[in-house]
C-alpha cells in the first residue's frame, strides 16, 4: 500500500494502518530502534511506542515524505527509552557515535545557545547537501540511524577502516565548515 493510502486510512483513524505501516515500515523501524538499543524487548516497546506516536500525530499532521518522518519518530523514541534506560545504567553503544561527533558539535548547551540550536542544524544541512551522495548517506546512517561501521562498509563495499577514515574525515570537515561559519571557536 501506498503511503497517501495509509495516511488516509490514518486520518480517517481506522486500525488497518497500523498493520499497513507495520508491513511498510516495521522492519526500518525496528532495524532504527534496535542501532540505538540492546534489547530485543526495548526495539519491540520502541515500535509499539513509534506506532502509537503516528496514530497521535497523523492528523493533524500529513508528512512528506512518510518514511522519513516514520523514522525519525522511531529514532526519537529509541533515544528516549535509552535515556530512560541509561538514567540507571550506562549504555555506551549510542554514546560511542555521540562521542565521535562531540569534537564537531558543541554538546553542553545552555539556554542561550539553545536559541542557536536551528542555526546549527541548518549549518549541519548545509553542509551535508555540499557533500557527494554517498558521504551523505554515510554520514546520516551513522550519527543519525547509529548503523555499525561494518554494516555501513559492506553496503558501500569498502573496507571498515576505509569507511572509519571517511567518517573522520566528515567529522574534520564539519568541524571547519562549523567553524568557518562561526558557530565553533
Request: some cysteine.
Amino acid at each position: 500500500m501506498d503511503d497517501s493510502k495509509i495516511l488516509n486510512l490514518l486520518f480517517e483513524r481506522s486500525e488497518q494502518a497500523i498493520g499497513e505501516l507495520e508491513r511498510s515500515y516495521g522492519p526500518a523501524v525496528r532495524r532504527t530502534a534496535s542501532n540505538i538499543l540492546r534489547d530485543r524487548e526495548d526495539v519491540e516497546e520502541c515500535t509499539n511506542d513509534t506506532w502509537l506516536a503516528l496514530w497521535n500525530s497523523i492528523p493533524p499532521l500529513r508528512p512528506d515524505p512518510l518514511g522519513g518522518y516514520i523514522c525519525r519518530v522511531a529514532r526519537n523514541t529509541a533515544v528516549s527509552r535509552l535515556r530512560q534506560l541509561s538514567a540507571e545504567k550506562r549504555d555506551g553503544r549510542y554514546d560511542l557515535v555521540l562521542d565521535e561527533l562531540a569534537e564537531a558539535i558543541p554538546s553542553d548547551m545552555d539556554v542561550e545557545e539553545a536559541y542557536d540550536a536551528k542555526e546549527l542544524t541548518d549549518a549541519i544541512n548545509r553542509f551535508l547537501a555540499s557533500q557527494n551522495r554517498e558521504d551523505r548517506w554515510l554520514f546520516v546512517r551513522r550519527y543519525f540511524f547509529a548503523d555499525e561501521v561494518t554494516a555501513l562498509a559492506k553496503e558501500l563495499r569498502i573496507s571498515r577502516v576505509s569507511a572509519s577514515v571517511r567518517l573522520f574525515r566528515l567529522r574534520e570537515k564539519l568541524r571547519n565548515y562549523l567553524q568557518k561559519e562561526g558557530l565553533l571557536v
